[in-house]
């Protein structure tokens, strides 16, 4: 291993260097990342997932930056050019993208004027006059290049000129100072295109609008991307062209007093306009999108980890119900482990519907299966539904509730050959009524069916780099998957699929051996299961629940290879089974067992709780009983509501309306927070304020302070601001002539954006 590398790593996470070093070991030994967390955590001192997962990548990314080096250094030694500084630049670099800046200029260029100037032979003219000569001729040194291809002197000077502009913007620390300058003091615009189509002026606030790079916002740079896809604008940077083309003139010339310096600049200043700069911009661009969609990609996968944490309604009979209109509302009625038990289709809402036909058919599907809880679909007709169901359980007494449940994806999931399998017999809707009620009762094993894409708790997901965005949110269901485990017994393939060292064909061996063997009585059968050998088993077992099986230590989370661990614990503290809620392990009776303190605790907490199921600790779906109308609300109302979904500028809260209402970031902390992630996690159960009800539009602003709180805090930001005017003795007029400005132009764009992330109900 690389000890440079490693001591970089270690330096990053603030952890030790045999942390990291360990961790690698394991690693390479084909450990994957759940299980070292879980059950290595004595050699890797307690790292958890993110951590593992960070060490992985970035000595993946140094081994590559290492190699690359190598081979640049090589390419550049073959060509005789490498000397001792070249040398040490190059092994200095940080990232593969400043080793790429130090390779340009020894790189093979396609057809560009300076190469076709070099292969005519003007590289020594452009070298003389990069000497800076004091006196002679540069027209008579042009002369003496005139040859078939250059036909006069003029041509070998333009030759030599279009040489040194390549030179300029092959540069790479001349570039480095300008990127630098132009990132901190430059101004990225955008007008719109004439005659771009924007019908629903979508894009409006940047039909015209001006922001300094160094602040613009991640979803601000990624709708520019989108706008200026979709040909809406045009994207331009504006900065201080002359006084970087007079630092690049400085930077060659020195002050010399030569005879080519009026030709020198000419040529310095086209280097700069025609290649150093557009090069820059296009790096800045695509430095900025890369930053936008790394940032959208992390709160897209905390976002999907939040919501498979939900936890799951157990011990319910739930009524699934899709909304529709002239295809109907489909039900779905299953038990308490998700299995159907009956479909049935309403026409409640259709031109021929009959509302009283359909409460008589959901009434008598609640009384006969005795529903507990309804789980309403948030598509098209879902306000309907809602009333329906509340005027339902209002009207007949029921001891019933319900939750609308996003049904983004259910459609997806209905379609796809799992779904045809499990219900052949279904119509595709109907399928989307069980998988609707299945989210409410128990959302992992269900979502985990779906294409994370589909879901809705991300922004922008379309114009993510596919792979980046697949990798990193198959690490948020690999971690939220294998935190919970599984039942080997009634765990799907879906399900298996993602538990640590099993893969899609495991996972398939593992049913059809159930299937054709009966249930699995004990871990140890796990072996028996073609393709599954001694490692993969090393790596699932511990995350494969048996319930009422042969061994009682198969319904914790306990590794097998410390079941004798386990059994001399319990002995020794004088414990007779698992589940024992009050269970003691005084120190002086487990001290010379051998046990290490991270494989001791969770032991300790396995005994004590061993069906604990990791999602308890997060707050459950909001059940009503009664509809809330838009007309209802006031400006102040404190109401209660569940976070749907969390993107850069706020978060969308299901308040139990028919949209959801948006937290902006503003309104969410007494204090300045840099991304509402700070405060809110989709799943959230939150109480919020209202701030503005737009009936005509539906649309509600919410706050997650008080009126109080927020003038409280909007009194304090002012004096402050007062304050440091009075201290610096310059009144910022100008910043407080353009507040009012500023204010109307965010509510024009919070309405745009309510309208294009707003969740539906």
């Not at 030599?160 to 100072?177: G, M, P």
């Not at 708790?457 to 697949?470: F, I, T």
């Not at 140890?524 to 077992?541: H, I, M």
Request: glycine residues 6%; negative net charge; contains cysteine.
């Amino acid at each position: 291993m690389n000890d440079e590398i490693i001591k970089t790593i270690a330096e990053e996470l603030k952890i030790s260097e045999d942390q990291v070093r360990v961790t690698l070991s394991l690693l390479e030994e084909g450990a994957t990342v759940p299980f070292i967390a879980r059950y290595r955590k004595d050699q890797t001192k307690g790292l958890d997932e993110e951590q593992i997962l960070f060490i992985e990548k970035k000595f993946k990314y140094e081994i590559n930056l290492k190699e690359r080096k190598e081979a640049v250094l090589g390419l550049i030694e073959q060509q005789g050019k490498l000397t001792d500084e070249i040398r040490d630049s190059i092994l200095a670099c940080k990232k593969l993208s400043e080793v790429e800046d130090l390779y340009k200029p020894y790189k093979q260029k396609k057809k560009t004027r300076a190469a076709v100037a070099i292969k005519n032979g003007l590289q020594p003219l452009a070298d003389w006059m990069l000497a800076l000569p004091a006196e002679g001729s540069l027209a008579e040194e042009a002369a003496k290049y005139i040859t078939e291809e250059v036909k006069t002197a003029e041509e070998a000077i333009q030759g030599a000129k279009d040489i040194i502009a390549e030179n300029v913007s092959d540069n790479a620390k001349l570039r480095w100072s300008f990127k630098d300058t132009i990132m901190k003091s430059g101004v990225i615009t955008t007008k719109k295109k004439k005659d771009a189509e924007d019908e629903k002026h979508v894009y409006e606030m940047y039909y015209e609008r001006s922001e300094k790079i160094s602040q613009i916002a991640n979803h601000r740079v990624m709708a520019i991307d989108r706008a200026e896809k979709e040909k809406v604008i045009t994207v331009s940077f504006s900065y201080d062209y002359e006084h970087l083309e007079e630092e690049a003139y400085k930077a060659y010339v020195h002050g010399a007093d030569t005879i080519v310096a009026e030709t020198m600049r000419e040529a310095i200043v086209d280097g700069c306009e025609r290649l150093l700069f557009p090069s820059i911009e296009n790096e800045i661009r695509s430095d900025l999108s890369e930053r936008a969609h790394t940032s959208s990609i992390e709160v897209f996968s905390m976002n999907l980890e939040k919501l498979l944490s939900q936890p799951p309604l157990k011990g319910r009979i739930v009524l699934g119900f899709d909304p529709g209109y002239a295809n109907g509302c489909k039900l779905a009625v299953l038990d308490e482990t998700g299995k159907m038990l009956t479909v049935s289709k309403i026409h409640p809402f259709d031109r021929r519907g009959d509302l009283e036909k359909a409460n008589a058919e959901v009434l008598r599907l609640i009384n006969k299966y005795g529903v507990q809880i309804v789980a309403i679909g948030n598509g098209t007709a879902s306000r309907e539904s809602e009333k329906m169901m509340a005027d339902l359980i209002r009207e007949n007494n029921l001891k019933v509730e319900y939750a609308i449940v996003s049904e983004a994806g259910a459609s997806v999931w209905s379609a796809q050959e799992e779904a045809r399998k499990e219900f052949p017999d279904l119509a595709v809707e109907l399928r989307s009524a069980v998988s609707i009620g299945r989210r409410l009762l128990d959302p992992l094993p269900e979502l985990i069916k779906i294409d994370p894409k589909s879901i809705g708790v991300g922004q922008y997901q379309h114009d993510l780099p596919e792979k980046a965005l697949n990798e990193r949110l198959d690490e948020a269901i690999m971690k939220v998957v294998n935190r919970v485990g599984a039942d080997l017994n009634t765990a799907s393939t879906e399900l298996l699929t993602h538990i640590s060292g099993l893969n899609a064909g495991i996972a398939r061996e593992i049913v059809n051996y159930r299937n054709e063997n009966g249930r699995f009585t004990n871990r140890e059968q796990l072996l028996k299961v073609k393709k599954l050998g001694p490692k993969a088993y090393t790596q699932c077992a511990g995350f494969l629940r048996i319930m009422n099986g042969e061994e009682p230590l198969d319904e914790t989370n306990i590794h097998p290879e410390s079941y004798d661990a386990a059994r001399r614990l319990m002995e020794a503290c004088g414990i007779t089974a698992i589940g024992t809620a009050d269970a003691q392990f005084p120190e002086e009776k487990v001290r010379d067992l051998g046990i290490d303190p991270y494989t001791l605790k969770d032991i300790e907490d396995a005994i004590r709780t061993p069906l604990r199921d990791y999602r308890d600790q997060f707050e459950g779906a909001i059940l009503r009983s009664d509809v809330l109308e838009l007309s209802d609300l006031k400006i102040g109302d404190q109401l209660s509501g569940t976070v749907r979904n969390v993107v850069d500028f706020g978060a969308f809260v299901d308040i139990g309306l028919h949209e959801d209402g948006l937290v902006h970031i503003t309104h969410m902390s007494m204090k300045r927070i840099s991304h509402p992630s700070e405060v809110v996690s989709v799943g959230d159960i939150v109480t919020v304020y209202v701030l503005e009800v737009d009936e005509a539009k539906g649309r509600v602003a919410l706050s997650l302070l008080p009126k109080e709180k927020l003038e409280e805090r909007d009194a304090a930001l002012a004096a402050n601001r007062r304050n440091r005017s009075k201290r610096s003795g310059h009144p910022n007029d100008r910043r407080k002539k353009d507040e009012p400005r500023k204010s109307a132009n965010m509510d024009e764009a919070m309405a745009r954006l309510m309208e294009r992330f707003g969740n539906k109900h």
